[in-house]
């Protein structure tokens, strides 16, 4: 059985891409009532959105990795994130007045590969559990 500080440790460094994620399906799964237009174009507020979003759940997930291969985890992140995007969208089929839309997609991918770059020079050494060196 873990200790309560272990526990609180994991909630620290899991929590935010926890919270990040579920923020993204519960946005891509809200109905759009009926005769309801979004339709802002190719770079509408509904594309910032999932770079801005994206962008926030890659670098959580950066900061929840352990910190000692930053490439490798750069590129998780940009796959985990950007696999739930696909994900969220192809949920969104089944909700009413969303759809599919591959400009999502690409826009969840720009945000992962911009949230994975900048988390990790944010987060750095100490974040989330990272060991600083020098300390013990």
């Not at 190719?42 to 352990?66: E, I, K, N, T, W």
């Not at 839309?101 to 994975?116: H, K, M, N, T």
């Amino acid at each position: 059985m873990q200790s309560l500080s272990e526990t609180l440790r994991r909630t620290r460094r899991w929590g935010p891409a926890a919270i990040t994620g579920g923020l993204l399906l519960a946005g891509s799964t809200v109905p759009i009532p009926a005769g309801v237009d979004l339709d802002y174009g190719r770079y509408g507020p509904d594309r910032f959105l999932h770079l801005v979003g994206h962008a926030g759940f890659s670098a959580a997930l950066v900061a929840a990795l352990d910190g000692d291969r930053p490439l490798a985890n750069a590129t998780l992140a940009v796959g985990v994130s950007t696999g739930y995007g696909i994900c969220t969208e192809l949920l969104q089929e089944a909700v009413p007045g969303r759809g599919f839309e591959r400009g999502d997609v690409v826009a969840g991918f720009v945000g992962s590969v911009l949230g994975a770059v900048l988390g990790d020079r944010v987060a750095g050494p100490g974040a989330a559990g990272r060991p600083v060196s020098g300390r013990r």
